[in-house]
């Protein structure tokens, strides 16, 4: 049993690390329960915007139930006489399951009650670590945070950015030949493209926040980007040409990333970005 304990306890510390600091960002339980939300999402659609903040909600309960459960397994097994306890309770009545997830759990927020205190050398180590484990959960679970919503912030400005450029009317600036703010700008545009990419690729969870604004939508707004390189590669302006195919390559790209771990819907970037911003409750936008 207290083997059992001790690999809930290592399984929810790796997932921990694939999730937060792993160059991939890819925790396997994480990902599985953030998919698990995200399905329920869609079929309601009250949820909408919700469905993000709240699958992360649910992995982090997930991890603290984890820990809490595990070390409690650890516990159990040597309750009373591996510990020593306070002149008001009685150690032959404290060997319960329900002791140990008291005493895990008390070690986990760090409490401190002393109620309830290891003896056996072993538990001596084995509790103090858990609470380290708590306190390092608690740090865990605000960077994760902290990470997470300055790469949505820059997913929404770009779909902004996006929204604004079809609102003004831009086809007719990309198919201008003697245009000089056509390659500047879409050159811009794939730059910022190529770093939601790095971000989606360490920040998976991102994919699973819904925006309910179209015009805050990069699901959507992807289209207008779609749009606008497929027009400044049929321009005579060799440099608006080239900006042109470097927007498509940085769409295809982020595109390519989705379908990989998100969609699988295989394909032209066409059809996987109208799976994209459908998954996402959206339609897919045109550039004007």
Do not use: C, N
């Not at 409690?72 to 309770?89: D, E, I, Q, T």
């Not at 927020?109 to 309830?116: K, R």
């Not at 799976?275 to 959206?282: I, L, M, S, T, V």
């Amino acid at each position: 049993m207290t083997a059992v304990g001790a690999a809930l306890v290592l399984m929810a510390l790796r997932d921990i690390f694939h999730t937060i600091w792993h160059p991939t960002g890819r925790g396997g339980l994480s990902r599985r329960l953030m998919a698990g939300v995200w399905r329920i999402g869609r079929s309601r659609r009250a949820l909408g915007p919700l469905v993000g903040p709240l699958a992360m909600v649910v992995v982090v309960l997930a991890w603290v139930l984890l820990i809490l459960l595990g070390s409690a397994l650890v516990y159990w097994p040597h309750l009373p006489g591996g510990f020593v306890f306070g002149s008001s309770l009685d150690p032959t009545s404290r060997a319960g399951f329900l002791d140990a997830v008291y005493l895990s759990t008390v070690t986990l927020a760090t409490l401190g009650f002393g109620d309830i205190v290891p003896a056996a050398d072993w538990l001596r180590i084995a509790v103090p670590v858990q609470a380290l484990v708590g306190f390092g959960l608690l740090t865990a679970a605000v960077s994760w945070v902290l990470q997470v919503y300055p790469a949505l912030t820059r997913r929404r400005a770009l779909a902004v950015r996006l929204s604004l450029l079809r609102r003004v009317g831009t086809l007719g600036l990309v198919a201008d030949p003697r245009s000089a703010m056509a390659a500047p700008l879409l050159k811009d545009l794939a730059v910022e493209l190529a770093q939601l990419r790095v971000d989606l690729t360490q920040y998976a969870e991102t994919y699973y926040f819904r925006d309910g604004d179209p015009e805050t939508s990069l699901p959507a707004m992807l289209g207008v980007a779609l749009h606008l390189s497929e027009h400044a590669r049929r321009t005579a302006g060799v440099d608006a040409r080239y900006a042109g195919e470097l927007l498509g390559a940085a769409v295809e790209d982020y595109l390519q990333v989705v379908d990989e771990h998100f969609l699988h819907v295989g394909g032209p970037a066409r059809a996987i970005a109208s799976a994209y911003a459908e998954d996402h409750g959206q339609e897919l936008a045109r550039a004007r």
